[in-house]
Every structure is written in C-alpha cells, then in structure tokens.
C-alpha cells in the first residue's frame, strides 16, 4: 500500500494508491441546528435521479435521528464496534483506519448490508435518549436529546468504495474530486457496498450493478448547487470548494467555516477516508456522543457556533446558506451585509446580516382593518 497524508488525522496513513488530490475538491458544509428534517432534500433527490424500477430502497440523500436512526440499519455503530479502539491525542488519531484494520486478503474493513437492512428508513425517527421526567429544566447540552443527521455520499479524497473495486469502475474526477461509478465497468461484486462505511453506495437488484450520489454534477458544471441543496427549506446547506489546510482562502466560505474557523467538522474522520462533507454540530448533544461522531474538536466547533451571535463575519456567513442557486466560491462582510461572489468579485447574492423586524399597529387606521385576529 501507499503511504498518504491525510490532514483530519493528522497523520500519514496506508492506501491502496498514493496520494493524487485533484485540481480542485468539490465540498460541502451541513449546519446541523437548522435541519427540521422535512426531507425535502430526500424528496428532491428521489425524484431526481432514484425514481426507477430496482432503485426503491436507493436514498442517495437521507435524513436520520441520533442516537437511533441509522440507514440502513446500523450503518455506523457496526463499523465502529468492528474497528475496535479510536483514540486520539493532541488532535492526532492513534487508532487505526479502515484502510490498517483490513482483514488479511481484503483491501477495506468493510460489511455488506442484507436486503432487511434497507427496509427501514425512519427507524429510531425522533427516538430521544433518556427519558423525559417532571421537573427536568432545559439546560445546555440538553439530558434528554435528538437531533437530525442529513447524509449524502462524501465524495471521500480517500474513497474507500474506489480501493475495493476489482474492476476499477469507480474513480475519482481530475476537475472536481467528484467521485463516480462507471456502471458499463460494475459487474455487481458489491465490494464497494461492502467497503463504503457510510453505506451511500446501493446495489440495484434490476440492472446488477451499483449506483451512487453523483453530487448533482451536472449542475455543478453550470455552476449549481445540487438539487438537494436548492431544495432545503431549512437552509442549512452550502456547497462550494475546500482547500488542504495549509493553502485555505479565508475568502472562500468553505475553507472559512472548515479551517479558518474550524466549526465544521468531517463525519467519523477517524475511519480514514477524508471526506468532504462537514457538518457544524448541534450544540444541545452532549459532547461525548459528538467527539465520536466528528473527532477532537467538537468542544471548540460547538462553543464557537455559540459565540456567532457576537461574531458578525461567523454569523453573516452563516445566513448565506440556501440564498442562491449558485455555487458561491467568495464571500464578504460589508457593514452589515453580507455578499456572494463569483471567483472575479462579481456580486451574486446579498443578505442582511440581521433579519429586519417591523413593529405594525395591530390596528390600521387608514384601511380601517385589523391586522391581528384577536384586536
């Protein structure tokens, strides 16, 4: 195997091919105190590219609750408890990825899902943990809690479907780090069902060969976020390109949020893959639960997001989520603006840093009319 680099680790790592980051790294930014999981994204994606014959069980986007939900069943926690002790130390992870623990005459630490796996999408759906008893006040983090996980593929710098396909049908795209599946390639080993540990590659039993999240490239190429980032109600979503850290632009709203001010954080970057989707954490979950979830630095992600309200640039930026169907690769604050940009400067998109609020009379003399049904 090769030896890589991977930056969330902090460290080298084995490989099944070296190093070879692309021209530019398509990523995402999920703000997770803002998902309501209506599904609108599940429901634009489903009715994009998953609507066919064989693809019935097929959610290329998923939302699901934690601690309970998981899609398909047990997706993560099966993973984990197969891959033994993850520990860290001074921001560097000590334990091994899912790259080092392969089982000898295998490429990835990986299991296959059974059909009875995929046939229950809202399990554990607003499943809280613990128990709701009389007198229990609503501190922070909460004792009694939930939140929502929306997942995508990861579009991984290290995928793990890509090293265990045998027939070399999944790669990685030179221009934007997009990861792939050639099906005129797949035979339907299913080794790359097997190898994903988020489980965002599916089988379709009509066709024999497997499908995946293509991250919407096609409107990536006309400069467009994806459909189920257009799609959210909630505006928690925000696509755009991240750098390696030490080349991050702090003009660039991804590297910004990633690693400027670090409050977004990769999902479970201690199985060794680098994947591009972060998301910013629920400040209610106790920090535990979410140090497992998305590595060391929860604690200062969390307690950051929590200072946005007296951090302007932090908290304008975060308005930007959902404002524009463009992608936004620049952004400022000005005043009290805050503004999306083509890569020359030119303006797309320009929000208030603070939402206006308007204080009428309930009464309005000139239409002789109420404005409120309880005058």
Known sequence: MAIVYNWQLGRTMSYWYPEHRPQRQYA????????????SCTLACKTTWTSGKGQEYMLWNNVESKPYGSYPLAWDSKLLEMLGPQTWKDGKYLGRTIFEAAPAGE??????????????????????????????A???PHAVWFFYLPRICNHCTYPACLAACPRGSIYKRPEDGIVLLDQGRCRGYRECVKACPYK??????????????????????QGLQPQCFVNCIGKIRLAGYISVP???????PIDYLVHVRKVALPLLPQLGLEPNVYYIPPVHVPVRFLEQLFGPHVQTAVQTYLNAKDDPDLAGLIQLFGCAEKIVPRWKRQNDWIIGMEE????????????PVFERPLFDERFQVARHNCP
């Open 28 to 39: 995402a930014v999920f703000d997770l105190n803002k998902c309501i999981a209506c599904q």
């Open 107 to 136: 490429r990835v630490l990986g299991w296959r899902p059974d059909d009875y796996d995929y046939a229950f999408p809202n399990t554990g759906e607003d499943d809280c943990a613990g128990q709701v008893e009389r007198g229990l």
């Open 138 to 140: 609503l501190n922070l």
């Open 200 to 221: 965002k590659v599916f089988f379709n039993p009509l066709t024999g060969t497997s499908e995946k999240c293509i991250f919407c490239f096609p409107k990536r190429e």
């Open 246 to 252: 030490e080349s991050a632009n702090p003009d660039n």
């Open 344 to 355: 020359d400067g030119a303006e797309i998109v320009r929000v208030p840093l603070r939402e």
